[in-house]
């Protein structure tokens, strides 16, 4: 059985840092990427972050490059989101993601299958 456990969320200042982990569990393909995702409040769920299998390639957002940053350890089965700078904006749920089979899509909701339960970020300015 395939579990996703997000970690690390907190309430924390605007410009403050934060990581944010994923433990996984059952994942069995090595062509399946991981995301992040977020929603806030009456908001769609968003896309923040993807990971290749193997850590080889990263996707993000557009209005998050360059503050928030994807990583893998596959020895830990973990991967990591590391927020910097962050912004009220940023306040949110975020998920952690995988998908079942390998697609090239990686930045919208329906093309993940497997979901954690979410973890809280709240940014006070």
């Known amino acids: 059985q395939v579990q996703l456990r997000e970690s690390g969320g907190r309430s924390v200042q605007a410009g403050d840092s934060l990581r944010l982990s994923c433990t996984a569990s059952?994942?069995?393909?090595?062509?399946?990427?991981m995301g992040w995702f977020r929603q806030a409040p009456g908001k769609d769920r968003e896309f923040v972050a993807a990971?290749?299998?193997?850590?080889?390639?990263?996707y993000s957002a557009d209005s998050m490059k360059g503050r928030f940053t994807v990583s893998k350890d596959n020895a830990k089965n973990t991967m990591y989101l590391k927020m910097n700078n962050l912004k009220a904006e940023d306040t949110a749920v975020y998920y952690c993601?995988?998908?079942?089979?390998?697609?090239?899509?990686?930045?919208?909701?329906?093309?993940?299958?497997?979901w954690g339960q979410g973890t809280q970020v709240t940014v006070s300015s």
């Open positions: 990971i290749t299998w193997d850590g080889d390639s990263t």
């Open positions: 993601a995988a998908q079942h089979y390998w697609s090239r899509i990686y930045h919208t909701p329906a093309e993940y299958y497997y």
């Open positions: 059952g994942l069995s393909s090595r062509s399946n990427a």
